[in-house]
């Protein structure tokens, strides 16, 4: 015959404190609990099941000992976080189980997967609208936190060459393009092993900030070439932007004209038979105030 404990008269009480240990490996005490009646009395001999929730496994004796006590060893699972034991003692229809709670962290970090902020575009000299992610993992594909991840542009500026990962294992990168359109690189590596994962981001021309106006070859006896050059703020040539042409004296060619990929507008400039003043030969950006003189 079996005879369990009163259910009402019964304490099942987890000793230790704070349990954690690495995921997929064996803590390193083991589970203990102590079964007594109401009084503090141990109860011996009582049936003991262990069942672990959160994968892994968990082998202990199947009794209490003379004082109460059974403990158990426990392999965490490899699920990182809050993982459980179920300790069933007597009959489960009358006695409610009790839970042993363990924390499984992740190991060390071997492997980095961007997450978020590649292949962006943006004007060049600008911060990209949204930050570069990169998540560090274990062998296990838990998320590594306190990771130390270094990172290094080819152009631009990173508000932080050394990240940590947060408790997601999520590293963070503000990465400010340089000021040369085209595409550019953002290397992502773990500090202690060789691994890398590279973003890019695509720098285009920013918005027409100045133009100028010169001559293309000396003045001969006939019309004169000028080139009215276009460029955003970091002197990179601004195309397709629509210039309009006035002059003090003479004829010009076209009143307007678009830039080409050089960022240049021509002109042809023909002057009067006779001169008696210098001819002003303005350039505007059509919807701005952007413009620029020239004397011939």
Not at 143 to 154: E, F, S
Not at 259 to 270: K, L, Q, S
């Amino acid at each position: 015959a079996e005879a369990d404990p009163v259910p009402g008269n019964t304490r099942i009480e987890v000793l230790g404190g704070d349990m954690r240990g690495r995921a997929r490996s064996e803590l390193d005490a083991p589970i203990r609990v102590r079964v007594t009646d109401s009084s503090g009395t141990a109860l011996a001999s009582v049936r003991v099941v262990w069942s672990a929730l959160d994968g892994g496994r968990v082998t202990g004796g199947d009794r209490t000992d003379s004082l109460g006590n059974a403990e158990a060893t426990w392999t965490l699972g490899a699920r990182a976080g809050a993982q459980r034991v179920l300790v069933q003692v007597g009959n489960p229809r009358f006695i409610p189980a009790a839970t042993v709670r363990a924390t499984a962290e992740a190991g060390p970090a071997v492997s980095l997967e961007i997450r978020g902020g590649d292949r962006q575009r943006a004007a060049a000299g600008t911060a990209l609208a949204t930050p570069v992610l990169v998540q560090a993992s274990d062998s296990l594909g838990n998320p590594a936190a306190g990771t130390r991840v270094i990172a290094k542009a080819t152009a631009g500026t990173l508000a932080d060459t050394a990240l940590t990962t947060d408790a997601h294992g999520v590293a963070t990168a503000r990465w400010t393009l340089g000021v040369r359109p085209g595409e550019q690189r953002l290397e992502l590596g773990l500090a202690e092993r060789k691994i890398r994962v590279t973003v890019t981001a695509t720098a285009r021309v920013g918005p027409l900030a100045s133009v100028t106006i010169r001559a293309a070859a000396p003045r001969a006896t006939g019309a004169q070439r000028l080139e009215a050059v276009a460029v955003d703020q970091h002197g990179n040539p601004v195309s397709d932007a629509m210039l309009q042409f006035s002059a003090s004296t003479g004829a010009l060619s076209v009143a307007q004209a678009k830039t080409d990929p050089r960022g240049v507008a021509a002109v042809n400039w023909t002057g009067p038979t006779s001169m008696r003043t210098d001819a002003r030969i303005t350039v505007r950006a059509g919807g701005t105030r952007i413009a620029a003189t020239h004397v011939v």
